[in-house]
C-alpha cells in the first residue's frame, strides 16, 4: 500500500541520518591549560573569591578507550621498551596515566556528559511524529435515518511537527546545568589524574629509598665480615675473650634481619608502581633516578603555594561547579510555574472505503479522501501546582547557601593544608645538611678505628660501635632524602602543582 510504503521510506531516511559532534584528540597532558571562572563565594570580609577552573576539552575520549590497545606517542609503551631500559620518574607517569583504568572511566564520564550536554539541545529544536491508523468497522445494524450503520475501513497517515518556542527557562537552565554536569566531570578526572601522579611518585621514591637501604645493610654486612675474621683471629690467639667474637655475630644476624626487612620493603614498593602503572606482575622495572633527585618544579613561597593552590584545585572548582548546579536547579523548580509556549503543525492524508456506496448529494461514493493539515498555537499556564515548586525552589536555595558555608571551609582547609606542607618541607630541607655532616663524621671515625683495630691500640668494641654508628648515619641520611621526597610529592599535591 501506498501510505505503508511512505512510512518505510521515511524511517530509512530517518535512520540512516546521524549526529556525530566534533571531536579533538584526548590529549595526554596532565593539567588543562584554558581557564574559565565557574561559580564564586563571598568572604567574610564580604570580598567576592571567584574559582578559577582550567576547563579542558574532555572530548573525544571514547576514542582513547576504542584504541586503547595501539601505542600512544605521547607516553612510552613498557612493551616497545628494550630490555635493561632505565625507566625515569616521567615515563612512570606518562605510562601510568595511558594505562590507568580508573582515568579511562573518568574519560568516559567526561563524554557521557558530553553527550548530555548536545541532548540537552532538544529542548529547542523541532520534533517530528509519523503515525499510520487503520480502522476496519463492521455493523449490520443500518440506521436507515443518518447512514450511520454502514460497515467500513479507513486508513489514515498523520504528520506532525512540534517547535517550543518559550519552555518557561527550563530548557536553556537545562542546558547550562549540563554543560556545568561536563564541567565537573573534568575536575573529576583532573583530581584523579593528580592522585595517580601522587601515588607514582611515592611507589618511585619509597623503591629508591629501599633500594638504598639494602645497598646500606650489604655494605655493614661486609665490614662486620671483616671485623668477625679480626675478632676470630683475636679469639684464636687469646688477645680477646669469646664474647667480642660473639657480639660481632650478634650484630651481624641484626644487619642480616634488616637487610631482608629492605628487600621485603623493595619488593612492595616495585608491587605498588607496577599496580599503578597497571603493569603485570612479571614486568621488569629498572629505575634510573636516585633519591637525591628533587621533583620540579615547586611553588618558591608559601604565598605562592596558596594562590596556586585555590586557583588550581579540583576540589574547590567542582564546590564551585556545584553551588552553580544548585543555583540551576533551583532556577528550573521555579520556572515550572511559568508559562510555555509551542508550535504545533499537522497534515494528514486519509481514505474511507465503504462496503455500501454513500448518498450524498453530489452522488454516491464507495470512497471518499480525506487530506487536511492544522497549524496550532499552543500556551501552557500553570500559575499554582499544589506549592511544590515554591517549596522546592526555597529548599535548593538553602541548598544553595549550605554550598557556600562549605566552600569557604574548604578554602580554609586548603590553605592550612599547604600551610602545613610547606612547613615539613622546609624541615626536611633543614635536617639534610646535619645527616650528610654526620655520615662523614661517621666515616672518618670508622676508617680510623680500623687502623687502630689493625695496629692493636683501639679495642673490637670501639670498632663494633663505629660500624653501627655509621651504618645509622647512612640510614639517617638516605631518610632524610626520603621525607624531603615526599614532602616535595605532598606539597606538589596540595598546591595543585603541573608537573
Given at each position: 500500500?501506498?501510505?505503508?510504503?511512505?512510512?518505510?521510506?521515511?524511517?530509512?531516511?530517518?535512520?540512516?541520518?546521524?549526529?556525530?559532534?566534533?571531536s579533538q584528540p584526548y590529549a595526554s597532558a596532565v593539567m588543562p591549560v584554558?581557564?574559565?571562572?565557574?561559580?564564586?563565594?563571598?568572604?567574610?570580609?564580604?570580598?567576592?573569591?571567584?574559582?578559577?577552573?582550567?576547563?579542558?576539552?574532555?572530548?573525544?575520549?571514547?576514542?582513547?578507550?576504542?584504541?586503547?590497545?595501539?601505542?600512544?606517542?605521547?607516553?612510552?609503551?613498557?612493551?616497545?621498551?628494550?630490555?635493561?631500559?632505565?625507566?625515569?620518574?616521567?615515563?612512570?607517569?606518562?605510562?601510568?596515566?595511558?594505562?590507568?583504568?580508573?582515568?579511562?572511566?573518568?574519560?568516559?564520564?567526561?563524554?557521557?556528559?558530553?553527550?548530555?550536554?548536545?541532548?540537552?539541545?532538544?529542548?529547542?529544536?523541532?520534533?517530528?511524529?509519523?503515525?499510520?491508523?487503520?480502522?476496519?468497522?463492521?455493523?449490520?445494524?443500518?440506521?436507515?435515518?443518518?447512514?450511520?450503520?454502514?460497515?467500513?475501513?479507513?486508513?489514515?497517515?498523520?504528520?506532525?511537527?512540534?517547535?517550543?518556542?518559550?519552555?518557561?527557562?527550563?530548557?536553556?537552565?537545562?542546558?547550562?546545568?549540563?554543560?556545568?554536569?561536563?564541567?565537573?566531570?573534568?575536575?573529576?578526572?583532573?583530581?584523579?589524574?593528580?592522585?595517580?601522579?601522587?601515588?607514582?611518585?611515592?611507589?618511585?621514591?619509597?623503591?629508591?629509598?629501599?633500594?638504598?637501604?639494602?645497598?646500606?645493610?650489604?655494605?655493614?654486612?661486609?665490614?662486620?665480615?671483616?671485623?668477625?675474621?679480626?675478632?676470630?683471629?683475636?679469639?684464636?690467639?687469646?688477645?680477646?675473650?669469646?664474647?667480642?667474637?660473639?657480639?660481632?655475630?650478634?650484630?651481624?644476624?641484626?644487619?642480616?634481619?634488616?637487610?631482608?626487612?629492605?628487600?621485603?620493603?623493595?619488593?612492595?614498593?616495585?608491587?605498588?608502581?607496577?599496580?599503578?602503572?597497571?603493569?603485570?606482575?612479571?614486568?621488569?622495572?629498572?629505575?634510573?633516578?636516585?633519591?637525591?633527585?628533587?621533583?620540579?618544579?615547586?611553588?618558591?613561597?608559601?604565598?605562592?603555594?596558596?594562590?596556586?593552590?585555590?586557583?588550581?584545585?579540583?576540589?574547590?572548582?567542582?564546590?564551585?561547579?556545584?553551588?552553580?548546579?544548585?543555583?540551576?536547579?533551583?532556577?528550573?523548580?521555579?520556572?515550572?510555574?511559568?508559562?510555555?509556549?509551542?508550535?504545533?503543525?499537522?497534515?494528514?492524508?486519509?481514505?474511507?472505503?465503504?462496503?455500501?456506496?454513500?448518498?450524498?448529494?453530489?452522488?454516491?461514493?464507495?470512497?471518499?479522501?480525506?487530506?487536511?493539515?492544522s497549524l496550532m498555537l499552543t500556551m501552557t499556564f500553570r500559575p499554582f501546582?499544589?506549592?511544590?515548586?515554591?517549596?522546592?525552589?526555597?529548599?535548593?536555595?538553602?541548598?544553595?547557601?549550605?554550598?557556600?558555608?562549605?566552600?569557604?571551609?574548604?578554602?580554609?582547609?586548603?590553605?592550612?593544608?599547604?600551610?602545613?606542607?610547606?612547613?615539613?618541607?622546609?624541615?626536611?630541607?633543614?635536617?639534610?645538611?646535619?645527616?650528610?655532616?654526620?655520615?662523614?663524621?661517621?666515616?672518618?671515625?670508622?676508617?680510623?678505628?680500623?687502623?687502630?683495630?689493625?695496629?692493636?691500640?683501639?679495642?673490637?668494641?670501639?670498632?663494633?660501635?663505629?660500624e653501627i654508628e655509621l651504618t645509622q648515619a647512612q640510614n639517617s641520611l638516605?631518610?632524610?632524602?626520603?621525607?624531603?621526597?615526599?614532602?616535595?610529592?605532598?606539597?606538589?599535591?596540595?598546591?595543585?602543582?603541573?608537573?
Amino acid at each position: 500500500m501506498r501510505y505503508l510504503a511512505l512510512i518505510m521510506l521515511c524511517l530509512l531516511l530517518v535512520g540512516g541520518i546521524s549526529c556525530t559532534p566534533h571531536s579533538q584528540p584526548y590529549a595526554s597532558a596532565v593539567m588543562p591549560v584554558a581557564t574559565d571562572t565557574i561559580g564564586s563565594i563571598e568572604e567574610d570580609n564580604g570580598e567576592e573569591v571567584t574559582v578559577d577552573q582550567p576547563v579542558s576539552s574532555g572530548e573525544a575520549v571514547v576514542n582513547q578507550a576504542d584504541q586503547e590497545n595501539q601505542p600512544n606517542s605521547a607516553a612510552p609503551v613498557l612493551q616497545s621498551m628494550p630490555d635493561g631500559y632505565r625507566y625515569t620518574l616521567a615515563d612512570c607517569i606518562a605510562i601510568a596515566l595511558q594505562n590507568n583504568a580508573n582515568l579511562k572511566a573518568q574519560a568516559l564520564a567526561i563524554a557521557q556528559r558530553d553527550n548530555e550536554f548536545y541532548a540537552s539541545w532538544g529542548d529547542f529544536l523541532p520534533t517530528l511524529g509519523i503515525s499510520y491508523n487503520t480502522l476496519d468497522y463492521e455493523n449490520d445494524a443500518k440506521k436507515e435515518m443518518t447512514g450511520t450503520g454502514r460497515s467500513y475501513d479507513t486508513k489514515t497517515l498523520l504528520f506532525t511537527v512540534t517547535q517550543p518556542i518559550f519552555n518557561s527557562f527550563s530548557g536553556i537552565n537545562g542546558l547550562r546545568r549540563a554543560l556545568m554536569e561536563k564541567h565537573s566531570a573534568e575536575k573529576n578526572l583532573q583530581l584523579a589524574q593528580m592522585r595517580l601522579i601522587s601515588q607514582v611518585r611515592s611507589a618511585y621514591y619509597n623503591k629508591l629509598f629501599a633500594a638504598d637501604l639494602k645497598r646500606n645493610y650489604e655494605q655493614s654486612i661486609a665490614r662486620l665480615n671483616s671485623q668477625l675474621k679480626i675478632a676470630t683471629a683475636w679469639v684464636e690467639q687469646r688477645l680477646a675473650p669469646p664474647l667480642r667474637e660473639l657480639e660481632v655475630k650478634t650484630r651481624l644476624a641484626h644487619a642480616r634481619h634488616q637487610l631482608i626487612h629492605a628487600q621485603s620493603q623493595e619488593a612492595i614498593a616495585i608491587s605498588r608502581l607496577r599496580s599503578a602503572m597497571m603493569l603485570s606482575s612479571d614486568s621488569a622495572l629498572i629505575l634510573s633516578d636516585d633519591i637525591t633527585v628533587p621533583i620540579a618544579p615547586l611553588c618558591g613561597s608559601l604565598q605562592q603555594c596558596r594562590a596556586q593552590a585555590r586557583s588550581n584545585r579540583p576540589e574547590l572548582a567542582m564546590g564551585a561547579l556545584a553551588i552553580d548546579t544548585a543555583r540551576m536547579d533551583s532556577h528550573i523548580a521555579i520556572s515550572r510555574n511559568f508559562p510555555s509556549v509551542g508550535l504545533e503543525a499537522n497534515w494528514a492524508d486519509g481514505e474511507r472505503n465503504n462496503d455500501e456506496p454513500v448518498e450524498t448529494a453530489y452522488g454516491n461514493f464507495a470512497t471518499e479522501n480525506e487530506d487536511y493539515y492544522s497549524l496550532m498555537l499552543t500556551m501552557t499556564f500553570r500559575p499554582f501546582q499544589g506549592g511544590r515548586n515554591i517549596f522546592n525552589w526555597k529548599a535548593l536555595r538553602k541548598r544553595v547557601e549550605g554550598l557556600r558555608h562549605q566552600l569557604r571551609q574548604q578554602y580554609h582547609d586548603v590553605d592550612n593544608e599547604v600551610e602545613t606542607r610547606w612547613l615539613l618541607l622546609q624541615e626536611s630541607i633543614s635536617a639534610l645538611e646535619p645527616a650528610k655532616e654526620a655520615v662523614e663524621e661517621a666515616k672518618l671515625a670508622y676508617d680510623m678505628n680500623k687502623k687502630f683495630v689493625k695496629l692493636g691500640v683501639v679495642s673490637l668494641d670501639e670498632l663494633l660501635d663505629a660500624e653501627i654508628e655509621l651504618t645509622q648515619a647512612q640510614n639517617s641520611l638516605y631518610d632524610a632524602h626520603f621525607s624531603l621526597r615526599l614532602a616535595e610529592i605532598n606539597l606538589a599535591l596540595a598546591s595543585a602543582e603541573n608537573p
